[in-house]
């Protein structure tokens, strides 16, 4: 079966650049968006159709797609960006990666 | 903007059935691009989508979840329901429902969630 494939945690300093990568067969033959989730909060979608940002997200969050590897860049990270992000793609079924715990400190 | 709110019991006992409605509001359920879904998340784990609904009744499920789910809808009520047979205590979880879109017959993203509803199953 289709599996994304996340880092479980990583760790940013303020004001530098975090990039979350999301693995998949053949990942860039398919459509794949980003959520952030803070804890007791419901995902918000960050990035979606690779590269598309939802209006009122900050430009700071980006999203690449080529190959094997999605990446969501968070560049200029704050502190506020600390949360777990989730890549997700559709593969005959909606597929979620596992999660990636970003730590701004 | 679109806003859904779940509902439904927070304590489920072990073989019973799971029943949970989601309310969309400020926004038709009823538009062609969209899909409705339901996704689940055990305690601090990640998110594990169960199915979507189209307006027009058609669903489609998580091959891992098919045998115990059932989805349900009423525009007239502009609600979409899960139903989750035989639970056991690994169906624990919050469940959120949100807004797909549809792009090419394919469930794209989902951009609107509901805060979502903790469901504990115990006796």
């Known amino acids: 079966s289709f599996e994304l494939t996340q880092p479980p945690s990583m760790s940013v300093s303020p004001g530098q650049t975090a990039s979350i990568t999301c693995f998949g067969d053949?990942?860039?033959?398919?459509?794949v968006c980003w959520y952030q989730q803070k804890p007791g909060q419901s995902p918000l979608l960050v990035i979606y159709?690779?590269?598309k940002r939802p209006s009122g997200i900050p430009e700071r969050f980006s999203g690449s797609n080529s190959g094997n590897t999605a990446t969501l860049t968070i560049s200029g990270t704050q502190p506020m960006d600390e949360a777990d992000y989730y890549c997700?793609?559709?593969?005959?079924?909606?597929?979620f990666g596992g999660g990636t715990k970003l730590t701004v400190l | 903007q679109v806003q859904l709110q779940e509902s439904g019991p927070g304590l489920v006992k072990p073989s019973q059935t799971l029943s949970l409605t989601c309310t969309v509001s400020?926004?038709?359920?009823?538009?062609?691009?969209?899909?409705w879904s339901w996704i689940r998340q055990h305690p601090e784990k990640g998110l594990e989508w169960i199915g979507y609904?189209?307006?027009?009744?058609?669903?489609y499920y998580n091959p891992s979840l098919k045998s115990r789910v059932t989805l349900s809808v009423d525009t007239s009520k502009s609600q979409f329901s899960l139903k989750l047979s035989s639970v056991t205590a690994a169906d624990t979880a919050v469940y959120y429902c949100?807004?797909?879109?549809?792009?090419?017959?394919?469930?794209?993203?989902?951009?609107?969630w509901g805060q979502g509803t903790l469901v504990t199953v115990s006796s």
């Open positions: 949100a807004r797909g879109a549809r792009r090419a017959e394919v469930l794209n993203y989902l951009d609107y």
């Open positions: 400020r926004g038709s359920i009823s538009r062609g691009d969209y899909y």
């Open positions: 609904i189209f307006y027009s009744g058609s669903t």
């Open positions: 053949k990942l860039g033959d398919r459509y």
């Open positions: 159709q690779d590269r």
């Open positions: 997700q793609a559709w593969d005959s079924s909606l597929v």
